[in-house]
């Protein structure tokens, strides 16, 4: 075997394989960005070309909401992040992805857990559209072990959620460990993987049995796109597929297009979004009115050593808690600045910041005021120069 680092059958690196996924051929014809097909009605040649394509709707084409070879090329591209992944589906956002794979291994009398730490649209889907439709839920402490979490199951525990780290308060989570205690439990396991964007840490290959991404964080960039994604180990894909279909999921080809072009620049753009976060928050840390930085890769995150044990790198989404609090202190803190705008969604190349109220069940709120920033693909000196003259804004006047 060559040792020299030259060997052109070696596997392709992360970056190599996203210039690479996706580009069948027999999709593309040749052309380097698969051809946005825009569908409904396929029409055939004859009967017998009709019931062929009923037989495997999935691997031809059919009728548009079971795609074209511009969604299959993004679908395959996305399982390529995702080893150990037998496909991918496609849905019109996160929150559809998310609460169709719930539905897809949930049924009346099921029992499902989910942390305290989760996005909370996934909160009021399982603590409220979930539970009206006899899905019972308990809410746990995303820190739990492994052994905390097994105490928690019984029968009828059909899922087990997962985010991390958590929306707002960026808990990093035992995912190995959980999934390893829910799969010899015979619970199927769901992990929302948008701030990794599967790229800094990879759920399936961790013991998750499905994946799900909101792509209109990471991988559409550009903040013009809301999609979502689930991949699905080979035991999961068959029933997530069936339930997708029975809920009519599906997204445009252009929009697909927009997400694979997003896709192709994912590694540059958070390799970049990484290291200005880090600069930041690391600046952010060394300011005497800042009591905490919640980013998992500084030590002041909750779960921090998990973050080192099991991701490969970062990306741009933190937050952070100051000393003061008061009800005009987000608004003096954010209205007058430059780079940083107002916005809930992330991952786009605009810097954004949003005042975090976190609703939690189990913890008490934390004092202080608390703000999100999702660090873009700006120079972070402009960035540091904005929020240290919101600090300025909101600092107790000198008292001597
Ligand atoms: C934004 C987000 C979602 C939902 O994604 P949409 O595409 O906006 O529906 C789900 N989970 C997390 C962690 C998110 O940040």
Redesign the pocket.
């Given at each position: 075997m060559p040792t020299d680092g030259h060997d052109p059958h070696r596997p392709p690196s992360p970056e190599t394989a996203l210039a690479a996924a996706g580009r069948r051929p027999e999709w593309t014809h040749g052309i380097v960005s698969p051809p946005v097909y825009r569908a409904s009605t396929v029409v055939y040649a004859s009967v017998a070309e009709m019931e062929a394509a009923a037989r495997a709707p999935d691997t031809r084409l059919y009728y548009g909401r079971r795609g074209t070879p511009t969604h299959w090329a993004l679908a395959e591209a996305l399982t390529a992040l995702e080893p150990g992944a037998a496909g991918t589906l496609l849905f019109p956002?996160?929150?559809?992805?998310?609460a169709t794979a719930i539905l897809a291994v949930c049924r009346p009398g099921s029992h499902v857990l989910i942390p305290d730490s989760a996005?909370e649209?996934?909160a009021s889907f399982v603590l409220g559209f979930a539970r009206d439709h006899g899905i019972a839920a308990d809410v746990y402490d995303p820190l739990l072990d492994a052994a905390g979490i097994a105490r928690l199951f019984r029968p009828g525990t059909a899922l087990l959620l997962l985010?991390s780290p958590g929306?707002m308060t960026f808990e990093v989570q035992d995912v190995p460990g959980l999934a390893a205690a829910a799969r010899s439990a015979g619970v199927t396991t769901l992990l929302?993987n948008?701030?990794a964007a599967s790229w800094v840490f990879k759920g399936i290959a961790a013991g998750c049995d499905m994946v799900?991404?909101?792509?209109?964080?990471y991988v559409g960039g550009h903040s013009d796109l809301?999609?979502?994604a689930v991949s699905a180990t080979p035991a999961l894909l068959p029933q997530l597929r069936r339930t997708a279909h029975a809920l009519g999921q599906c997204v445009s080809a252009d929009d697909a297009a927009l997400a694979l072009r997003g896709y192709r620049t994912l590694g540059v753009r958070l390799a970049r979004h990484a290291a200005s976060a880090l600069a930041v928050a690391r600046w952010l840390a060394e300011q005497p009115l800042v009591t905490r930085v919640l980013h998992p890769a500084l030590p002041s995150c909750p779960g921090h050593a998990r973050f080192r044990r099991d991701f490969t790198g970062s990306s741009g989404v933190f937050a952070f808690e100051l000393a003061v609090d008061g009800p005009d202190i987000a608004a003096r803190f954010c209205d007058p600045m430059h780079h940083f705008r107002l916005g809930y969604?992330?991952g786009g190349f605009e810097s954004l910041i949003v005042p975090a109220r976190p609703h939690r069940r189990l913890a008490p709120p934390p004092a202080g005021a608390r703000f999100r920033v999702s660090i873009g693909l700006e120079d972070p000196a402009d960035l540091i120069a904005d929020l240290a003259a919101a600090l300025d804004r909101v600092s107790p006047p000198a008292s001597a």
């Open positions: 956002s996160g929150v559809a992805a998310l996005y649209p996934t985010e929306s929302d948008s701030w799900m991404q909101s792509l209109t964080k809301l999609m979502g969604s992330w």
